[in-house]
């Protein structure tokens, strides 16, 4: 069966024939772990700016001298060690909680259908993560340069970061709940 890039939600429950080596199903989890990776390293740049601009006010002014080296090496240590996890480890981690819910949900919806509604939402990640940056960059900005008030700018950039990374999860569920509910109506 080939799958339609442009169908809707309801007809991912169509995929029942997909085995979990589909060459289908292995190409849309290739697509979503390269896009997933892709918003890693952009979300890294946002990240990268904030360490800056953290060692920049705080470490360099608050931070006894002979302790900055340290507290460099182990922030930089956790932000690789942070990124390299999630690089190889986001999807499969993704995957395990995707079962985990059809096992609560929807256990008679075959598990490829269940992926393929993972990996066709992971695919849209790298769209979140530029303007996800930005805010961060905002935000960045607005504490550590302009000196705004933290609650202020956390309410003022963190609900639409918020809303955006629901704009990810949330279609993810719903289809996740039209599968449940389609394989257990008779």
Known sequence: MNTN???????????????????????????????????????????????????????????????????????LTGMVAITLVAWFLFVPALEVLGRMLRHLSGEKTPVAAWNESLYRSLRLAVYFAIPGAILWGIWVIGFYFVHLNFMVLSIAVGVPAHLLAAGLYLPLLFRWYLLARSKSEP
């Open 5 to 75: 890039p442009f169908e809707s939600p309801v007809a991912i429950t169509q995929v029942d024939d997909l085995g979990e080596t589909s060459p289908q199903l292995v190409a849309a989890r290739r697509t979503a772990v390269f896009s997933v990776r892709a918003a890693i390293l952009i979300l890294l740049v946002a990240g990268l700016f904030n360490y800056y601009a953290f060692d920049q006010v705080v470490v360099t002014d608050v931070v006894a001298p002979r302790f900055q080296t340290t507290v460099r090496v182990t922030n």
